[in-house]
């Protein structure tokens, strides 16, 4: 009944499923809380893993990781198979990779802060437009000057060097007033204080150690633990967006596969959109629409269809829609509003269905092999083959252990890059002006050179060079024109 192209998710009249070759046209699962979006996930998850397509999810609720052995936990499973006439489902574990910014229930998985550029940096510092020109002026300056910016005290350090010297960086670079320094000095520093410096440093995620598949060839299931980290929902939606942007610059072109290289499952993805500069969401916009060449799909989790723009819900061809409430006349809009979004079906009243659907049940439209969206389905979602509990702490752990990535990521490296190139600097000028002026003075033109002119000379020694060309680069670099170099 499954196979490698036809990938059953849902029976409404008939078995319903997602084509393979269609699967990197993107996809919505939407519904209220305790509807059924989770189970869905996890269902579809399974069937890319079967078929060799890796993916990732973020845990934001922590109930996944049960993904990575055999299921038989539980008695909804059961009576569900039955009620689908599943004579031949049998239970299975998949190969997951755990990973965690913080490094406690996984591998750690960091950005460096170069490659998370000053457009994400400044979402993630809630910095205003003058605040985010001003950082992105700081991170030219440290570009310019063959400064390596890695890690926050990286970040920390050019900010306090650009402030003691804004005056002679205003002819070249613009004004930097002290009060954007100031405050993104503060926005640093509440940052650190949340565990943000566990975000960034190395050694840096290699993405292309999430796409790969385990000796029977199933695709590994990347779960980052997301339960603390959401409690940050910006640095949540765009530590998860700088995934995307490095995926998008990072992969060649494939056109449309026959298989996804990775399917991506962004859950909570209305705090992408939250209080999201235009200029932001328009590079979204970009990177959801063009990295489908690269043989990427992307998959939304939200409550409501409407959480997210037009413009990215226009690309999103493979829908599930689990009820919505309508308790209010806005929510009552907002179900009319999701109806409209599905290709319709005569013999179905999708409106009053959205309201009526019960637990693990959907309204279902998937592409068919010309890329049209099928007629929308009423549906029961067939239930998941892995334990629905979570692995306990020594569960998990032991197969964080026994993972082929183990030790690798766990093991930092802390490179010579702002931080300890402007200190050394400043250490060499503290020990110039100590010189006595008499045993200065012959050697003054060779030791008399300020800290600036000593950065500012260092930039004709990083240009050309392999790391002067690295560090030149932000978020969606090739969007702007400064791609992977």
């Given at each position: 009944m499954n196979t490698s192209e036809e990938l059953i998710l849902a029976k409404g009249t008939d078995y319903l499923p997602i084509l393979a070759g269609m699967a990197n046209r993107h996809g919505l699962i939407a519904g209220s809380t305790g509807t059924g979006k989770t189970v869905t996930l996890r269902v579809m998850a399974e069937r890319f893993s079967e078929i060799g397509a890796p993916v990732f999810l973020a845990d934001v609720k922590g109930d996944l990781s049960g993904m990575a052995v055999p299921g038989g936990d539980s008695d909804k499973v059961i009576e569900r198979a039955r009620q689908l006439g599943l004579a031949d489902f049998s239970y299975e574990g998949f190969p997951v990779v755990f990973w965690d910014v913080f490094g406690q229930l996984g591998h750690p998985v960091r950005s460096t802060i170069s490659e998370m550029g000053p457009l994400l940096l400044s979402r993630i510092l809630n910095l205003n437009e003058i605040q985010s020109g001003v950082l992105s002026l700081l991170f030219k300056i440290a570009d310019d000057n063959g400064l390596l910016l890695l890690d926050l005290k990286?970040?920390?350090?050019?900010v306090q060097f650009a402030g003691e010297n804004a005056a002679q960086f205003t002819t070249g670079y613009g004004n930097i007033s002290t009060a954007s320094i100031?405050?993104?000095?503060?926005?640093?520093?509440?940052?650190?204080?949340q565990g943000g410096d566990k975000l960034f440093g190395e050694p840096a995620l290699n993405l292309f150690d999430m796409m790969q598949t385990d000796h029977r060839g199933?695709?590994?299931?990347?779960?980052?633990?997301?339960?603390?980290?959401?409690?940050?929902?910006?640095?949540y939606a765009t530590f998860l967006l700088w995934m995307l942007s490095e995926l998008f610059e990072q992969l060649p072109e494939v056109g449309d596969p026959p298989k996804p290289k990775l399917v991506f499952f962004f859950d909570e993805a209305h705090l992408l959109f939250d209080d999201t500069p235009k200029v932001l969401v328009d590079k979204i916009e970009q990177v959801v629409r063009l990295i489908r060449s690269k043989g990427v799909g992307v998959y939304f989790i939200t409550q409501n269809p409407l959480d997210l723009p037009e413009t990215i819900l226009g690309q999103l061809g493979n829908r599930v829609q689990h009820a919505l409430r309508a308790f209010t006349a806005k929510d009552q809009k907002a179900v009319k509003a999701a109806a409209e979004t599905f290709r319709e079906n005569p013999g179905l009243d999708v409106v009053r269905s959205i309201t009526e659907l019960g637990v693990g049940e959907a309204l279902v439209s998937f592409l068919d092999r010309k890329g049209v969206p099928s007629v929308v389905e009423r549906a029961l979602i067939f239930p998941p083959k892995s334990r629905l509990l979570p692995l306990d702490h020594q569960e998990r752990a032991r197969m964080v252990q026994q993972s082929i990535l183990a030790g690798h990521y766990e093991k930092t490296v802390d490179r010579d890059s702002a931080y300890e190139k402007l200190k050394e600097?400043?250490?060499?000028?503290k020990a110039q002006q100590d010189i006595p002026i008499q045993a200065a003075r012959g050697g003054q033109k060779a030791q008399g050179k300020t800290l600036f002119e000593a950065v500012a000379k260092s930039a004709a020694h990083a240009i050309g060079s392999q790391i002067g060309r690295q560090i030149i680069r932000g978020v969606l670099g090739s969007l702007m024109g400064k791609g992977r170099k």
């Open positions: 990286d970040l920390r350090a050019i100031g405050a993104i000095q503060r926005s640093l520093l509440a940052l650190e204080e199933k695709g590994m299931v990347n779960i980052l633990a997301a339960e603390k980290l959401i409690q940050s929902p910006k640095v600097r400043a250490e060499q000028q």
